[in-house]
């Protein structure tokens, strides 16, 4: 009962923007730094074993309401489908106010919190300057790049570079402070044969706060 109320708040509170914003200052980056300080040193992607775990779980409950059709005499088994679904719906309740907490109420608030706006239209003559401001930073970072002696670009290793790529982020806090904090080592994806056939580079699991990547994917996207 707790727990409904409790979804039913954040995702009622969690339609006005200003508590988005608070929530995610104030509240929110204490859970995503602790979780993913915690889940950091597992080795594997404990966020998408728990997500396979819960496929099982779900594919258990169904077939045992359908058994129960067959053994519904038998008080043995009604007992353990009694325990099976009370335990099933708890954890329905968790995995649905850890995901209100950690994702529907942050994503919700405003961009970065800078109460920016996405509809903008802009002008030919301002998207020919944007490009041609790319064009000559890609031109000058590119002779920073370290090559061997063939030209291809020499890459970190992954660890250094997704401690880079950290280090990247958090130089923006000062712009953006929700950009601030610990950032967890990036995991390979054990589905990262899925995500390539879908082109998708990598994802956040909003339960445990780890960070995954395609393994298959280019090393020049993985910044």
């Not at 020919?128 to 291809?152: C, F, K, M, P």
Request: aromatic content about 14%; overall charge negative.
């Amino acid at each position: 009962v707790i727990l409904t109320a409790l979804i039913l708040v954040f995702n009622l509170a969690g339609m006005n923007r200003s508590f988005c914003d608070f929530y995610t200052d104030n509240i929110y980056h204490f859970i995503a730094d602790g979780l993913g300080f915690i889940t950091a040193p597992i080795p594997f992607p404990l966020g998408e074993t728990l997500m396979y775990a819960g496929a099982v779980t779900v594919i258990v409950f169904v077939l045992s309401l359908i058994l129960l059709i067959f053994f519904h005499r038998k008080k043995g088994y009604r007992r353990f489908v009694f325990h099976y679904a009370r335990f099933f719906v708890m954890t329905a309740l968790v995995v649905v106010t850890l995901y209100t907490f950690n994702w529907t109420v942050p994503v919700r608030g405003t961009l970065l919190g800078q109460n920016a706006t996405l509809d903008v239209e802009f002008t030919p003559e301002e998207m020919t300057a944007l490009r041609n401001y790319i064009v000559e930073q890609l031109n000058r970072t590119a002779e920073e790049v370290e090559r061997d002696e063939s030209g291809s670009i020499i890459f970190p290793d992954q660890r250094e570079l997704n401690e880079s790529a950290a280090r990247g982020l958090q130089s923006l806090s000062d712009e953006f402070p929700r950009l601030a904090g610990y950032y967890p080592p990036i995991k390979d994806a054990i589905c990262s044969d899925v995500l390539d056939w879908m082109k998708i580079g990598g994802y956040t699991y909003p339960f445990t706060m780890e960070t995954t990547q395609n393994k298959f994917c280019i090393r020049l996207y993985l910044p």
